[in-house]
Structure formats: C-alpha cells, structure tokens
C-alpha cells in the first residue's frame, strides 16, 4: 500500500515547511521584543546602570577584534589598490577610494561582524541559559521585568555605542590604508590624507554614523530575542545562539542593502 508519508516528496516538504515555520514564528518574536522595547523606551522605563554595564561591553570588550579585523582587511585592500592606481597614474586617488571604500561600507559592515561574534552570540546564550534554568520566570515573580532589565539595556547600549566603534575603527582602517599604501606604492601620506577628502563628504559620515547605529540595535535586539524565546536544556541553548549569529548576519546585510539603496541609488 502506497504511503505519501514515506516519500521523499513528503519529507522534503515538510523539512521545507517546518524551516518557513521557523522562519515566521522567528521574526514574530523578533517583531515582538521589538514592540514591548520601544513601550519601555516610550515610557521611559530605563535601568541606566545596566545600561551603563552593556555598553562597556559593546564599546570596549568588542573594541579590539572590530580594529583588528577592519585594520587588516583595509591593508588588504590598500595592498592590492595602491600598486594598480600607481602604474595608471592615479596614486592620488588611493585615499580617496579608501575613505569611500571604509566610510560607507567596510569599517560598520565589518565592524558588525565582530560585534556579532563576540557580542551578539554572547547575549543571546547568556538569556538563553536564563530561560531553561528558570531564571526568567524567578524574575517575573519577583516582579521585575525581564524586558526592562534585559532587552532595553542591551538595545540601548548597541544604538549609542555601535557607531563609537564604527568611528574608531574606520579611524584605524583609513591609518593602516594610508600605511600600506605609503609602503606599497611610495605614495606620500600627505597625499593620501589630501585625497581623503576628494570624493568623501559630511554626508557620508553621517549617513554611517546612522546605519551603525541601526545595526548595533539590530544585532542587540535579535541576539536578546532569540535567547528570550529559547526553551529546554543545553542544545536549545546552543541552537538559540547559532541562530541569533545567523540572524544578525543576514540583518546586516539587508540594512546594509536598504541603506545603499535609500542614500546612494
């Protein structure tokens, strides 16, 4: 007797219905949190110590590795950009590119990255470990808010301090393209920081102040939220954070999408 359950049709659909089911049920919760957040913040319900304690966490913990990966791909990049515009004779524009090259996109995409890999996947196993340990539900009985002091802290200190970062690390990015390209291609460094300025504005500096300020929120609030809805033991603990990683990833580039396309289309 034919069995539609066994078949490979059958099993592919349902591993292709249970993904789309997780994906919605996901970016409910994430539409969620984000709601009962902006209540909080509306409302002015504000742990400012716990605020004060993320955002050392965002600020300087994560410092580091964002200067070391925004250093080293800049050098890359200035490596390979430097010697070519030379022999074209246009070692003039070296700094130029660089800074268009590290302000839109490279110092707050990249420096994204590291913050979700050090940061995000952090918070989102630390709540995760507290809602199957029961810590959450102690929380609630003991009337405090697990919004309040979990998720608006965290937020908070990804909106306010992703753009210090950004700042510092396309400082760094541009001092380490102005290096290598001084070594490279024998192009002076008063030439570089004077070609800085050739094709980059105010405008947009600011316009990347703005989107890493969006991705530190970002990164925050889906790292928060998918260690909120995490239930069960260790494994969901370890998948809730796998997500959370990926999550903040695939949000990073599409705000980084929408903003090329908004600003610069």
């Not at 994560?62 to 200035?78: D, E, Q, R």
């Not at 094709?199 to 969006?214: E, H, M, N, P, Q």
Request: charged fraction near 15%; glycine fraction near 8%.
């Amino acid at each position: 007797m034919f069995e539609l359950n066994k078949t490979l049709t059958y099993q592919g659909f349902l591993l292709f219905w249970k993904q789309i089911r997780e994906f919605l049920i996901t970016l409910g919760n994430i539409g969620c949190d984000f709601s009962r957040v902006f209540a909080h913040l509306l409302t002015f319900k504000i742990n400012f110590k716990e605020v004060v304690e993320q955002s050392k966490r965002f600020a300087f913990d994560s410092l580091p590795i964002s200067l070391a990966i925004v250093g080293m791909t800049a050098s890359i990049i200035a490596m390979q950009l430097a010697p070519e515009l030379a022999k074209q004779g246009g070692a003039d524009y070296t700094g130029m590119l660089s800074a268009l090259v590290m302000v839109r996109e490279l110092a707050a995409v990249m420096s994204g990255f590291a913050i979700i890999s050090m940061v995000g996947s952090s918070f989102a196993s630390e709540i995760a470990s507290m809602s199957v340990t029961e810590q959450i539900n102690a929380m609630k009985v003991l009337r405090v808010d697990p919004i309040e002091y979990l998720m608006v802290p965290r937020f908070l200190a990804g909106v306010l301090f992703m753009p210090v970062v950004f700042i510092v690390s396309a400082f760094f990015g541009l001092l380490c393209a102005g290096l290598v390209s001084h070594f490279c291609a024998d192009l002076s460094i008063l030439n570089y920081i004077t070609s800085m300025w050739h094709g980059l504005y105010i405008r947009d500096i600011f316009i990347a102040i703005l989107k890493s300020s969006v991705f530190g929120g970002t990164i925050a609030l889906i790292s928060c939220s998918c260690g909120y809805a995490t239930r069960g033991g260790a494994k969901e603990v370890g998948l809730a954070t796998t997500k959370a990683v990926v999550w903040s990833f695939l949000a990073i580039a599409m705000w980084d999408f929408i903003f090329a396309a908004i600003f610069y289309l």
